[in-house]
């Protein structure tokens, strides 16, 4: 009898493990069966809908654009000539200030007791002289003690006028017309020359930089005028006058060009903003021009999905310019060609597709 129950043991012990795997299998497949059935499975054969345009010559005027950005006419951190306390800064960052406004005042208590102690020996020295000249005509003194007594107060009215400097040192003036762009100090603070107290920026004129290719840099000539845009005020363009052709390359390879352009009157052009520099030509050709949103592939290898007897090929082509969203195709593509240009979705090299 113990026989017979450690056999029917020893196979329940292997057939429920078995079934229990069964179990796990079968609801494992059940499982991926329901996921497979929600996953959309997508059919390379299947047509994909693309908008498309038939591509025409059209007229190409040389045009040109080079970004670059503005930069102030002048800019320069204000600083002390003089050491001494801070007593009051009378301007704060983003404050206008015209040329010679007052924006600082440094303590001078000191230098003025000074001055106060000079001017009462310049009064004794005066007197001096006065009575010595007298005795001098009279030859009661000899005439040395009156040179000597000239001498003091021509001294003394040198160190008058030092301490008179030194005091109008102590009252920091703006340098030229423009905004306070940075406040870096505070009152009760000390200043010692060269220590920046404010900068102080002039936007009222803005010198604009582009960095041109040396293949293109003849089209820019000194003192000739030319368009020029800010992209934050697309609407409003400026006339810069080239002021300057640099003579050394950057490290890309490229020059800068630089130009002044007067600000609009309520100074909408701000330090850093970017723009653009328009050179445009009266001479015409007929070329091909294509949407930028058509374009794919990299800067260096530009492609675009061409349509040829209902499937979507990549092509290759190269771009001499770019204006606005749209770009000038010298090579790569023919007139009567079919690009897409919107529908990009699955779509692939040799893709069936549907023009709409």
């Avoid at 020295?125 to 000239?150: C, F, H, P």
């Avoid at 001498?151 to 009252?171: D, F, H, M, P, Y």
Wanted: net charge positive; glycine share 6%.
């Amino acid at each position: 009898m113990n026989t017979k129950s450690s056999i029917v043991k020893k196979a329940l012990y292997i057939i429920i493990p078995l079934v229990l795997i069964a179990i796990a299998v079968i609801k494992l497949k059940s499982n991926k069966d329901v996921t497979q059935s929600k996953v959309y499975q997508y059919d390379k054969e299947e047509a994909i809908n693309v908008q498309a345009d038939t591509l025409q010559l059209e007229n190409v005027n040389a045009e040109f654009s080079y970004s670059g950005t503005f930069e102030p006419n002048k800019e320069t951190k204000i600083s002390a000539e003089l050491q001494g306390k801070i007593n009051n800064i009378l301007v704060d960052a983003g404050s206008v200030v015209s040329k010679g406004q007052t924006l600082i005042q440094l303590d001078n208590s000191l230098l003025k007791l000074q001055l106060q102690t000079i001017e009462v020996q310049i009064e004794g020295l005066e007197a001096d002289v006065n009575r010595y000249t007298i005795l001098s005509k009279a030859d009661a003194i000899q005439g040395v003690q009156l040179e000597k007594a000239v001498l003091g107060l021509k001294s003394a009215k040198v160190q008058k006028a030092t301490l008179l400097e030194q005091i109008n040192k102590t009252t920091i003036k703006a340098p030229f017309s423009g905004v306070i762009t940075a406040k870096l100090s505070e009152e009760g603070a000390f200043a010692a020359p060269g220590v920046p107290l404010l900068q102080i920026t002039d936007i009222t004129n803005l010198k604009f930089t582009v960095n041109v290719p040396e293949n293109e840099l003849s089209k820019f000539k000194l003192n000739q005028n030319y368009l020029i845009s800010a992209d934050a005020y697309s609407e409003i363009s400026f006339s810069g006058k080239a002021t300057m052709i640099g003579s050394k390359a950057n490290i890309g390879s490229s020059f800068p060009v630089q130009f002044m352009v007067n600000n609009t009157s309520d100074l909408k052009i701000k330090s850093g903003m970017f723009g653009k520099v328009l050179l445009k030509s009266e001479t015409y050709r007929k070329g091909i021009i294509i949407p930028s949103s058509a374009i794919q592939g990299t800067e260096n290898q530009p492609q675009v999905y061409i349509v040829k007897n209902g499937k979507a090929f990549l092509q290759n082509i190269t771009i001499s310019n770019k204006i606005q969203n749209k770009a000038v195709v010298p090579s790569g593509l023919n007139e009567g060609d079919v690009i897409v240009t919107n529908g990009f979705i699955n779509l692939f090299d040799g893709a069936n597709v549907i023009v709409k």
